[in-house]
């Protein structure tokens, strides 16, 4: 995974920077500390925004850089692609924000 242009150090699966989306829009993932619930919608042309998320609030050392740039990548997001099994989020700039490669949900045991 990527923000930013930058990839993202390996971290536990917990904590690790990920999303997964639901149906009818609803939206749970961790941004890198925190586990995340929330709500996006999609629009022609690949349109995509977010909603307010709403956030567990645990102490993590050493992620601030990572929560903050994956908060600020969702907050900035305009437009996605699907390249492959990449999941990619671009801004207004045309850039990517956001990376996400994808991954088979582990069953809950």
């Excluded at 699966?13 to 929330?38: I, K, M, Q, W």
């Excluded at 645990?58 to 305009?78: E, S």
């Amino acid at each position: 995974m990527e923000l930013a242009g930058t990839k993202v150090p390996a971290q536990s699966a917990a904590r690790e920077p990920h999303l997964v989306f639901g149906e009818a829009g609803a939206l749970s993932g961790a941004d890198g500390c925190n586990r995340l619930t929330g709500r996006y919608t999609t629009s022609a042309n690949d349109g995509i925004s977010f909603g307010e998320m709403a956030g567990t609030q645990m102490f993590c050392q050493d992620t601030d850089t990572i929560v903050r740039r994956f908060r600020m990548a969702l907050a900035g997001t305009g437009r996605w692609r699907i390249e492959g099994s990449r999941l990619e989020f671009y801004g207004a700039t045309g850039k990517p924000l956001a990376v996400f490669e994808r991954r088979e949900a582990t069953p809950k045991k």
